[in-house]
């Protein structure tokens, strides 16, 4: 069966769901782990390989990023799983018409451009995204991974001020930031992290999870 993010939470004989449990038991959150240097290291180390052996694994952020943001059980073999994750979101987006590929994005929890890197790198027969993507989270290691390795014309990205108990912020606060900009109209972000995608459509800004389901925001 082909992986998709569709059945990428189905897992088929039982023995599989008790071993998952078993390693969340001994740990309880990965992301936690992606601070120590040591599994940083390591984890980092085992990525080299496959990065080297495959070309499209080379501008993916580096694996105790892809860690943090969520991976499942796939510490050291999800590349792939990155790769794909946002295909089938995007198609529902496009395929319903609520974003094309000239939108003003607005990705709250952006992390390290799971979302993102499918629009940046989609280029079919000469097309390619040609609106403009905000992405805005709490970390600043990923925030400032992205604004490294995404072009500026079409992408930019921002640190919020808001905390977490799983990601180390040195400018910590409790208030909510706002962002203005000449294309999207002005929003609120959260003092949760969350994975949601939000973009401009005629006079209103939408929200949608990962699972398709939109909401609309205020205007």
């Not at 003003?104 to 403009?132: E, K, M, P």
């Amino acid at each position: 069966m082909a992986y998709t993010s569709a059945n990428a939470g189905q897992v088929g004989p039982t023995r599989g769901v008790s071993l998952d449990r078993a390693l969340r038991k001994l740990f309880p959150s990965t992301s936690k782990l992606t601070f120590n240097p040591l599994f940083r290291a390591a984890v980092n180390a085992f990525d080299a390989v496959p990065r080297l052996m495959f070309p499209e694994f080379r501008s993916l952020p580096p694996n105790h990023l892809r860690i943090r943001i969520g991976v499942g059980n796939r510490i050291l073999n999800n590349q792939t799983h990155f790769l794909v994750h946002a295909r089938d979101f995007w198609m529902f987006v496009f395929s319903e018409g609520i974003a094309t590929m000239h939108s003003d994005i607005l990705d709250i929890g952006v992390g390290c451009g799971r979302w993102a890197h499918w629009l940046r790198d989609y280029n079919f027969r000469g097309r390619q995204f040609t609106g403009s993507y905000v992405g805005v989270d709490i970390d600043e290691e990923a925030i400032a991974w992205c604004q490294k390795h995404y072009d500026a014309e079409r992408f930019r990205f921002f640190v919020s001020t808001d905390t977490s108990v799983s990601y180390h912020h040195t400018a910590a606060s409790n208030r909510s930031i706002r962002f203005r900009s000449p294309t999207i109209r002005s929003t609120w972000c959260s003092p949760i992290r969350c994975s949601r995608i939000c973009w401009k459509r005629s006079w209103r800004i939408i929200c949608a999870s990962p699972t398709g389901s939109c909401v609309p925001a205020a205007r």
